[in-house]
């Protein structure tokens, strides 16, 4: 399984477009706080459109409670990493794979790095910026993941118009 993890999220925002992104690729979504929002706060809502109710998601106290009911394989990403994501190998998909995603503002805690530093990685970028929205990170991250493993079972078709939409629009 997928799960995308969000180290102490600050905006709203980006974790409704979070949020859409896990829905949207079957990842679970694992909040560990504090939270810079309420989850009830209509931005959060808004972001994650109609979806939070298709949303597997859980909240935790803080990253020792998180890492006490999860076990799997643990990715953290950080501007200070060394390591393209890509160039880890996610393939197997018998293993739980967490993808650790910083708050906004500060990243991940500095100790908890310092402790992972084999896994931690950065997303290639130039030297004008810090870091890429993080909700933009994750849709990046995630489908590296599910590139590796063919895309489980996503639909590779539009559902609601069928397969072969374009083919048979009469024009």
Do not use: W
Request: aromatic share 12%; charged share 30%; hydrophobic share 30%.
């Amino acid at each position: 399984m997928i799960n995308i993890v969000l180290y102490e999220p600050e905006i709203p925002t980006n974790t409704g477009n979070i949020m859409r992104t896990c829905v949207a690729t079957g990842a679970k979504l694992h909040l560990i706080k504090p939270l810079g929002f309420s989850l009830d706060e209509k931005s959060v809502k808004r972001s994650g459109a109609n979806y939070i109710d298709k949303l597997d998601y859980k909240v935790y106290e803080n990253f020792d409670h998180f890492k006490s009911e999860n076990e799997g394989e643990y990715y953290y990403f950080t501007r200070y990493g060394k390591k393209p994501h890509s160039d880890f190998d996610y393939s197997d998909k018998s293993k739980n794979i967490y993808l650790i995603f910083g708050k906004e503002s500060e990243g991940i805690d500095k100790k908890i790095l310092k402790n992972n530093l084999d896994r931690c990685m950065r997303i290639p970028m130039t030297s004008d910026v810090r870091s890429l929205n993080l909700s933009n990170c994750v849709a990046i991250v995630i489908y590296e993941v599910l590139r590796q493993q063919n895309y489980n079972d996503l639909l590779r078709y539009e559902p609601h118009k069928g397969a072969n939409f374009l083919e048979d629009l009469d024009l």
